[in-house]
Nanobody, 126 residues
Framework: QVQLVESGGGLVQAGASLSLSCTAS????????MGWFRQAPGKEREFVAS????????SYADSMKGRFTISRDNAKNTLYLQMNSLKPEDTAVYSC???????????????????WGQGTQVTVSS
């Protein structure tokens, strides 16, 4: 059974940092490009960052560039998202996702991801 389980969310003040993890089971992480997405209350799901199968290529939403870093440890079957200089507008549920197996590169399109985690809440107070 395929599972993606996020952890590391919480309540922080503006300017703080958080590190999220996403542990995969039921499949080998190295076979999939991966992504992070977020959804704030009343808003559509939004692309955050993506990383290729090998980890050699990454992409970010413009508002996250320079603040967020996506990485992966295929040996540990784990995906990470380091978030620095957090802002109140970063408040959302953050979910990891596995891109369709036939694609090894990054993508911002939710329709190209087939496995999703339940998400972890990140709340940034002002």
């Amino acid at each position: 059974q395929v599972q993606l389980v996020e952890s590391g969310g919480g309540l922080v003040q503006a300017g703080a940092s958080l590190s999220l993890s996403c542990t995969a089971s039921g499949f080998t992480l190295s076979t999939r490009a991966m992504g992070w997405f977020r959804q704030a209350p009343g808003k559509e799901r939004e692309f955050v960052a993506s990383i290729s199968r090998s980890g050699s290529s990454t992409s970010y939403a413009d508002s996250m560039k320079g603040r967020f870093t996506i990485s992966r440890d295929n040996a540990k079957n784990t995906l990470y998202l380091q978030m620095n200089s957090l802002k109140p507008e970063d408040t959302a549920v953050y979910s990891c996702a596995a891109r369709l197996w036939q694609y090894g590169s990054t993508s911002s399109l939710t329709t190209e991801y087939d496995y999703w985690g339940q998400g972890t809440q990140v709340t940034v107070s002002s």
